[in-house]
């Protein structure tokens, strides 16, 4: 009995290796070719893993976690386009991602960063030719035939793939040509009664609504509300649009007198739209500025927990300051 019983065992133990080695050292042949696996810098190795399994380019997900955290590779993984022209084994992947070398590396820009803050970025990418360092903002948009005064707004934030060695200019290019696409079809879908001049008008809104809400179900009331203002002649009075005009005398925190100091962007001085656009905004808020919400919501605000209250009269607007901000309602 007890022979049997080791028997069994180390038959087991032998097909369980068996299995391994062929889930890991045997190659799979490619969805197509050649097949990329795109790593973003939020991407963890376990999301690519459940990615390749499902696109049947490994065998085990689960196999290649363990073998990652075992062998630390989940810790070197670098963003970036990897590329395999050729039936793989999921050795070979795991140490492609490992060595950190991709085919074609990667930046992402994050919606409700300014221009200034994409360029930081850019200039911080070691993989780029900085073809661009020495330009204005003003000498950027005209290397790229860029039409526009102002290089606010006109990004596109996303992350994009390229070559290591390849140009800035060409990045910009990409970013500048795929807002365009974004905004054009904005445009053309957008509700027929927007107080919006042009699409540049709209990607000004856009702006505003991504700096004033990330909550995805608040953005077309936010929209709602800036657009209800602009039809009556009200003034925006989005602080957002002021601390951007404050440039670097902005520490974190807005005064009273800050709004009362006039600028182009002070929406509290000023009325209708500021200038420029306020930051690069993303698909999501320019949807929503081309398609509002239906409301007669005039004003808004933060409730703390990340959502917003919206309200169509100053009384109401009033005793929600008190209960959310002043914290003298029920």
């Given at each position: 009995?007890?022979?049997?019983?080791?028997?069994?065992?180390?038959?087991?133990?032998?097909?369980?290796?068996?299995?391994?080695?062929?889930?890991?050292?045997?190659?799979?042949?490619?969805?197509?070719?050649?097949?990329?696996?795109?790593?973003?810098?939020?991407?963890?190795?376990?999301?690519?893993?459940?990615?390749?399994?499902?696109?049947?380019?490994i065998r085990n997900r689960w196999v290649m976690i363990a073998l990652s955290r075992i062998s630390g590779a989940d810790r070197k993984v670098?963003?970036?386009?990897?590329?395999?022209?050729?039936?793989?084994?999921?050795?070979?992947?795991?140490?492609?991602?490992?060595?950190?070398?991709?085919?074609?590396?990667?930046?992402?820009?994050?919606?409700?960063?300014?221009?200034?803050?994409?360029?930081?970025a850019v200039a911080r990418e070691p993989d780029f030719t900085h073809d661009t360092a020495r330009l204005s903002d003003a000498e950027l948009?005209?290397?790229?035939?860029?039409?526009?005064?102002?290089?606010?707004?006109?990004?596109?934030?996303?992350?994009?793939?390229?070559?290591?060695?390849?140009?800035?200019?060409?990045?910009?290019?990409?970013?500048?040509?795929?807002?365009?696409?974004?905004?054009?079809?904005?445009?053309?879908?957008?509700?027929?009664?927007?107080?919006?001049?042009?699409?540049?008008?709209?990607?000004?809104?856009?702006?505003?609504?991504?700096?004033?809400?990330?909550?995805?179900?608040?953005?077309?009331?936010?929209?709602?509300?800036?657009?209800?203002?602009?039809?009556?002649?009200?003034?925006?009075?989005?602080?957002?649009?002021?601390?951007?005009?404050?440039?670097?005398?902005?520490?974190?925190?807005?005064?009273?007198?800050?709004?009362?100091?006039?600028?182009?962007?002070?929406?509290?001085?000023?009325?209708?739209?500021?200038?420029?656009?306020?930051?690069?905004?993303?698909?999501?808020?320019?949807?929503?500025?081309?398609?509002?919400?239906?409301?007669?919501?005039?004003?808004?605000?933060?409730?703390?927990?990340?959502?917003?209250?919206f309200s169509e009269s100053l009384g109401e607007h009033n005793a929600a300051v008190r209960q959310f901000i002043l914290k003298k309602g029920?």
């Open positions: 009995m007890q022979k049997f019983i080791f028997r069994s065992l180390v038959a087991l133990l032998a097909a369980a290796v068996l299995w391994l080695a062929w889930v890991v050292a045997v190659p799979v042949t490619l969805p197509s070719t050649p097949y990329s696996v795109a790593v973003a810098p939020s991407r963890t190795l376990s999301q690519v893993a459940r990615s390749l399994e499902a696109e049947g380019v670098k963003p970036g386009l990897y590329e395999f022209s050729a039936p793989v084994a999921m050795w070979e992947v795991l140490r492609r991602l490992a060595e950190g070398s991709p085919d074609q590396g990667s930046l992402t820009v994050i919606e409700g960063w300014t221009f200034a803050q994409f360029r930081q948009l005209a290397a790229l035939g860029a039409p526009e005064t102002s290089a606010e707004g006109l990004f596109f934030p996303s992350t994009y793939f390229f070559v290591p060695g390849s140009s800035e200019l060409e990045l910009y290019r990409r970013a500048y040509r795929t807002m365009q696409q974004h905004l054009s079809r904005a445009w053309e879908g957008r509700a027929v009664d927007l107080p919006y001049a042009n699409p540049y008008e709209l990607l000004i809104a856009a702006s505003l609504i991504e700096k004033e809400t990330s909550r995805e179900e608040d953005r077309p009331m936010v929209s709602a509300v800036f657009a209800n203002r602009l039809k009556i002649g009200m003034r925006l009075q989005t602080d957002p649009s002021v601390i951007y005009g404050m440039g670097v005398r902005f520490d974190g925190n807005i005064r009273k007198g800050d709004l009362k100091r006039d600028t182009p962007y002070n929406t509290y001085t000023r009325g209708g739209l500021p200038p420029t656009p306020i930051a690069l905004p993303g698909r999501a808020a320019l949807e929503a500025a081309a398609r509002p919400a239906e409301t007669r919501a005039l004003y808004f605000v933060a409730r703390g927990d990340g959502s917003t209250h029920q």
